[in-house]
């Protein structure tokens, strides 16, 4: 069931997909190169990089659940405004002990605007437009983590990162009182009581876990693209601007794909299915060009990672609503975004172990051939039942 809206609406919810992932990133990329402000060793640094993604990973399926019991909006507005807060409390109080807890904060905060923002996308569209919406609410999204490092630099260059964090703060306050503004109230609709198991049946049903499995797997190649690719280039003798455009190419080629991506599935030109088995396969095979020498081999990884993914990602959160009633559309969100950080963990650790006994080009192929199983074993099956038809008597 969709809400009648005017397209206005839409660019709030586009811009707190643009926070959340500069948000994410800009800080992320930046802590390690500023010991001034506690980063004083690579194990604190591991334990605020993981602060943000514990939070999310902890508290997404919570507040996608809150969503629906209380309304979409409400939740992404108050994430909005506590991100704001967690990000001033460290602007102001300019304490190391605050970087912690401004760090847990807007994971905290990041869990709840982030399913919520996805929800409404789902619920502010007619189906026909879904594919469309996820597509463009994608691509704001890619934009955020492409201009989060570059942007979040030269901020912590101006001004440490007392600055970046005061830039935080403001954006998100000023994204919060847009979707005040602009986006509808969303009322929840009535929801049939729930038990454990109920849950546990939906979520384990195919037409829960194939996209979120596809979403997995983008996201952990994406996150292998974007963290390995200058370790491939450094050893190939490439510089940082050559090895830092190869990461440019990947977000940008990510997207660009979504808006197309998503057109294409609501004007049927594309089917979930071939879409995601398709941009498995792409990103499979972006994944295997690690092999290639040189630069070519490197903008090859990148522009292979970034057409996949971006070809994945709409179509898996267009499937995901399509499936979904639509008084659960914040659980199954939250319960996918889960899905999505668990490939952003796993993915980077299952090729930096392949890479530690082997090489780095055999992490590549690891990860490669984990994304092309499940497309490939599909196919296999499909032209078995075909050939088995064919040959079978009438």
Known sequence: MSVPVSRAAMWPLYATGFTTAFGAHAIAANLGGFSADAVTSLLVLGG????YDGAEVLLKPVFGSLADRIGARPVLLGGLVAFAAAS?????ADSPGWLWAARLGQGAAASAFSPSASALVARLNPAARRGRAFGSYGFYK??????????????????GLRLLFTVMAVLAACVAVWAALAVPAVPPLPRARQTVLDLARRLSAPAFLTPTAALAGATAALSVGVGFLPVSGAAAGLGTVATGAAVSVLAASAALIQPLAGRALDAGRLSTRTGLATGLLVTAAGLGAAVLPGLGGILAVALLIGAGTGLITPLGF????????????GQTMGSAELGRELGDAGGPLLVAGVATLFTLTYGFAALAVLLAIGPLATVITTLNARRRSTHTPP
């Open 142 to 159: 890619s934009i955020g983590y492409t201009l989060g490092p570059l942007l979040g630099g030269v901020l912590v260059w101006a001004g």
């Open 88 to 92: 001033a409390l460290y602007a102001l």
């Open 48 to 51: 605020l990089l993981a602060l």
């Open 318 to 329: 267009a499937a995901l609503a399509a499936s979904t009633p639509p008084e659960r559309l």
